[in-house]
């Protein structure tokens, strides 16, 4: 079975700090893993994913996430955050490429103050 | 392209209703997958559709079936609704066939309130 874990339901940060959302996961096979953000009211928004190729992967927005086969992470950061980030931010899970089936973490909702 | 659409946005029913919920996938896209939002149980995985044929399925009662149909499109229904079905449907599509198949694209998602 893969399931993922985000520590930290909420994290704040001003804006211009360096935003890191953490994600660790576990599967018994190499894992595909994603990072989707979710702004109010609408569905869900892929910032990035890693595949098996290169391990530091760069999304949209300024985003990026590392794979750490040996510490099973693959947290989110972002150099500088921006008020438009705020938003909930979810990390998911699957076990081969083109397999459909995502199981996501529970959600990490970015508070970005001024 | 037109992104996902979903129909309708919002749908109010009562215990014990049956409701049908509404999918149309960007073009060309034929692997619509659906996913149930709630505070309690967080994102999780209904089943997903390609070409007709339902590859996967989630952890859901009988209660929960889905379709697709030739053009893509796909419905699913709940049937004898639950307080417990409260919650934010989400569609996706994917390309499955074409160069990107690990990118499921969202539509905005149909909140259902069972009352």
């Known amino acids: 079975a893969q399931s993922v874990t985000q520590l930290g339901s909420h994290v704040s940060v001003s804006e211009g700090a360096l935003v890191l959302l953490r994600c660790n996961y576990s599967s018994s096979v190499p894992p595909y893993l994603f990072w989707y953000v979710q702004y109010p009211n609408q569905g869900l928004q892929l910032l990035l994913k890693y595949t098996s190729a290169a391990t530091l992967v760069k999304g949209i927005n300024g985003f990026e996430a590392e794979f750490k086969k040996s510490e099973t992470s693959f947290h989110l950061t972002k150099p500088s955050a921006h008020m438009s980030d705020a938003a909930e931010y979810f990390c998911?899970?699957?076990?081969?490429?083109?397999?459909?089936?995502?199981?996501f973490g529970t959600g990490t909702r970015l508070l970005v103050s001024p | 392209k037109a992104g996902v659409t979903q129909t309708p946005r919002y749908l109010i029913k009562t215990r014990g209703q049956q409701v049908t919920l509404s999918c149309s996938p960007i073009?060309?896209?034929?692997?619509v997958s659906w996913y149930q939002q709630t505070p309690g149980q967080g994102l999780q995985f209904l089943f997903e559709y390609f070409s007709e044929t339902q590859r996967n399925k989630g952890n859901f009662p009988g209660r929960f079936s889905g379709r697709q149909f030739s053009n893509s499109r796909s419905e699913m229904n709940v049937s004898t609704l639950e307080l417990g079905d409260s919650a934010l449907y989400l569609c996706?599509?994917?390309?499955?066939?074409?160069?990107?198949?690990?990118?499921?694209?969202f539509g905005p998602g149909t909140r259902l309130t069972v009352l």
């Open positions: 998911a899970v699957t076990r081969s490429t083109g397999f459909q089936k995502l199981v």
């Open positions: 996706a599509s994917s390309d499955l066939a074409g160069g990107d198949p690990d990118t499921q694209y």
């Open positions: 073009s060309g896209h034929r692997s």
